[in-house]
Nanobody, 127 residues
Framework: QVQLVESGGGLVQTGGSLRPSCAAS?????????MGWFRQAPGNEREFVAG???????DYSDSVKGRFTISRDNAQNSGYLLMNSLKPEGTAVYYC????????????????????WGQGTQVTVSS
């Protein structure tokens, strides 16, 4: 079992930055798991934002590429999503998740593939 807890969301103006964090409870296995960030806006399906595998290869959705950076600190059992140049369409609940099986960063990462989820953190971008 892995428990994930997100923090660091909030309200920011267009063009601003936030850096949500994800703390994992299972230190022994966290380093072996792929980690993803997804988001869900009201009325929309949960969508992929960014992913990082155990070898620190990363992938991003086209909508955030060049503005967001995913990272992980296995010693701290944590993951991060640095979000720069935020836009109002980025308003959503952001979830971190982990995947037990290996994930190649060249492959798609979908919500159905993930094994554990955090409770989410709200990000609101005002125009």
């Amino acid at each position: 079992q892995v428990q994930l807890v997100e923090s660091g969301g909030g309200l920011v103006q267009t063009g601003g930055s936030l850096r949500p964090s994800c703390a994992a409870s299972s230190k022994d296995t966290f380093s072996t798991k792929a980690m993803g960030w997804f988001r869900q806006a009201p009325g929309n399906e949960r969508e992929f934002v960014a992913g990082i595998n155990r070898y620190r290869f990363t992938d991003y959705s086209d909508s955030v590429k060049g503005r967001f950076t995913i990272s992980r600190d296995n010693a701290q059992n944590s993951g991060y999503l640095l979000m720069n140049s935020l836009k109002p369409e980025g308003t959503a609940v952001y979830y971190c998740s982990t995947k037990n099986a290996h994930w190649r960063a060249a492959d798609a990462l979908t919500p159905g593939q993930m094994n554990y989820w955090g409770q989410g953190t709200q990000v609101t971008v005002s125009s």
